[in-house]
T-cell receptor
C-alpha cells in the first residue's frame, strides 16, 4: 500500500530553471494538497485541489502552478525557480474537504528542493 | 499572520518524563484540532485529534487537553521514550465556512534523552 508517492525526492536547480514535482495517491481520495516546510515556519499550504477538476490557492501560491491531472495525480510546477523556493515540499491527500470527516491528511515523504 | 501559535520551538525531556507542547488559536470557527508527528526524512502523520465538545482525549501515552474559553490546546506525552523524538505540529481546521483547510503551528522539535 503506497499511499502518497512523490517524485523526485531530491532536486537541485539553478535560479530561473523550471521543474515539476509529481504526486500520486492510491487511496481514492478526493482532495489533494501541496505544502512547503521551512525551519521555524511550519507547514504552509501552497495550493490545493478539493476535487478532481478544481484547484485553489493556499497561503503561499506565488511562483507556483498546479495541475490536477486526474483523481490520483496532482503536480506542482515551478516556472522560474528562485532561491526563496528552497524548501521541502510535501504532497498530501484527504478523503474530502466537506463535512466533519476532513481531518486526516496523508502525507508523502517529501521532495527536498535546493535552488542555487 | 500566524493563526495557530505553538510553543516551545524545541524541547528536551528525560526518558520517562512528561513532554508538554502548547498551542493557541484566535479563530473561533476552528472545530477540529489534530496533532501530527513527523520523524526525520518522513512526512507528518496524524497522531491524535480532538473536537471542542470534549476537554480531553487520551490515546495511550498521548493526551490532548483542550480549553475552549482560553482558545488553547496542548499535547502531553507521558512516560516519554527516545522513540518519541520527532517534530510535533498542532493544527486547526474550520469545517464550515473556513474552506476546510488545516492551519498548522510552527512545530516543536522534541528530543527524549536516555
Amino acid at each position: 500500500n503506497a499511499g502518497v508517492t512523490q517524485t523526485p525526492k531530491f532536486q537541485v536547480l539553478k535560479t530561473g530553471q523550471s521543474m515539476t514535482l509529481q504526486c500520486a495517491q492510491d487511496m481514492n481520495h478526493n482532495s489533494m494538497y501541496w505544502y512547503r516546510q521551512d525551519p521555524g515556519m511550519g507547514l504552509r499550504l501552497i495550493y490545493y485541489s478539493a476535487s478532481e477538476g478544481t484547484t485553489d490557492k493556499g497561503e503561499v501560491p506565488n511562483g507556483y502552478n498546479v495541475s490536477r491531472l486526474n483523481k490520483r495525480e496532482f503536480s506542482l510546477r515551478l516556472e522560474s525557480a528562485a532561491p526563496s523556493q528552497t524548501s521541502v515540499y510535501f504532497c498530501a491527500s484527504s478523503e474530502s474537504m466537506t463535512g466533519r470527516h476532513t481531518g486526516e491528511l496523508f502525507f508523502g515523504e517529501g521532495s527536498r528542493l535546493t535552488v542555487l | 499572520q500566524q493563526q495557530v501559535k505553538q510553543s516551545p520551538q524545541s524541547l528536551i525531556v528525560q526518558k520517562g518524563g512528561i513532554s508538554i507542547i502548547n498551542c493557541a488559536y484566535e479563530n473561533t470557527a476552528f472545530d477540529y484540532f489534530p496533532w501530527y508527528q513527523q520523524f526525520p526524512g518522513k512526512g507528518p502523520a496524524l497522531l491524535i485529534a480532538i473536537r471542542p465538545d470534549v476537554s480531553e482525549k487520551k490515546e495511550g501515552r498521548f493526551t490532548i487537553s483542550f480549553n475552549k474559553s482560553a482558545k488553547q490546546f496542548s499535547l502531553h506525552i507521558m512516560d516519554s521514550q527516545p522513540g518519541d523524538s520527532a517534530t510535533y505540529f498542532c493544527a486547526a481546521l474550520a469545517s464550515t465556512g473556513g474552506g476546510n483547510k488545516l492551519t498548522f503551528g510552527t512545530g516543536t522539535q522534541l528530543k527524549v534523552e536516555l
